[in-house]
């Protein structure tokens, strides 16, 4: 099993739909999470960090955390052809100085 | 402006001849590291570094090696490069492990 999984799509949504991400992983003792974004060519971008259990919005982006299920997901409301992206999840297991990422999810926006 | 920049951003070099990819981050970041990114095998970790002269391996340091003589540099050094080790790779900082910030990534091609 790998320590972090994601789909890797391409998940297509059309313009102004919400687009749903989800992430799961194997440590269960991981407490920090993360959704960076990445354009076609260009570097990760950080976009949300989660921590705790629930929902952290920023702007057109909500992260969800359930520790219990062992999964993130990322909801990007309104979505706009600029939102086409690989999105990655990164976790942080216990004990560990590091980030463990997913293969990545590729968003389609379309107009 | 803060910023990790990298260089080469590009390199095509052959077997066996040794190089080295520059990181340099000026945000004062204690926490660096070095990722290579593989069609889908995503963002794998090299090897990172807490601080000035403290590196530790990461999941996959074969063939590589890094210094951290000051804070704001960490250089990743291959000494006898194979065509395995083509890639793109990212060095990447941050305050803490968690919350890191990319450079634009180097495309490397070994021969």
């Known amino acids: 099993q790998k320590e972090v999984e994601q789909n890797s799509g391409p998940l297509s949504v059309p313009e102004g739909a919400i687009a749903s991400l989800n992430c799961t992983y194997s440590d269960r003792g991981s407490q920090s999470f993360f959704w960076y974004r990445q354009y076609s060519g260009k570097s990760p971008e950080l976009i949300m960090s989660?921590?705790?259990?629930g929902d952290k919005e920023d702007g057109r982006f909500t992260a969800q955390l359930n520790k219990a299920s062992q999964y993130v997901s990322l909801l990007i409301r309104d979505s706009q052809p600029s939102d086409s992206a690989t999105y990655l999840c990164?976790?942080?297991?216990?004990?560990?100085?590091?980030?463990?990422f997913g293969t990545g999810t590729r968003l389609q926006v379309f107009p | 402006e803060a910023q990790v920049t990298q260089n080469p951003r590009y390199l095509i070099t052959v077997t066996g001849k040794k190089l080295t990819v520059t990181c340099s981050q000026n945000m004062n970041h204690e926490y660096m590291s070095w990722y290579r990114q593989d069609p889908g095998l995503g963002l794998r970790q090299i090897y990172y570094?807490?601080?000035?002269?403290?590196?530790d391996k990461g999941d996959v340091p074969e063939g590589y090696k890094v210094s951290r003589k000051e804070k704001r540099n960490f250089p990743l050094i291959l000494e006898s490069p194979s065509p395995n080790q083509t890639s793109l790779y990212f060095c990447?900082?941050?305050?803490?492990?968690?919350?890191?910030?990319f450079g634009p990534g180097t495309r490397l091609t070994v021969t």
């Open positions: 990164a976790v942080n297991p216990r004990n560990t100085d590091k980030l463990i």
């Open positions: 989660i921590y705790s259990n």
């Open positions: 570094s807490m601080n000035v002269e403290v590196t």
């Open positions: 990447a900082s941050s305050l803490n492990s968690y919350e890191q910030y």
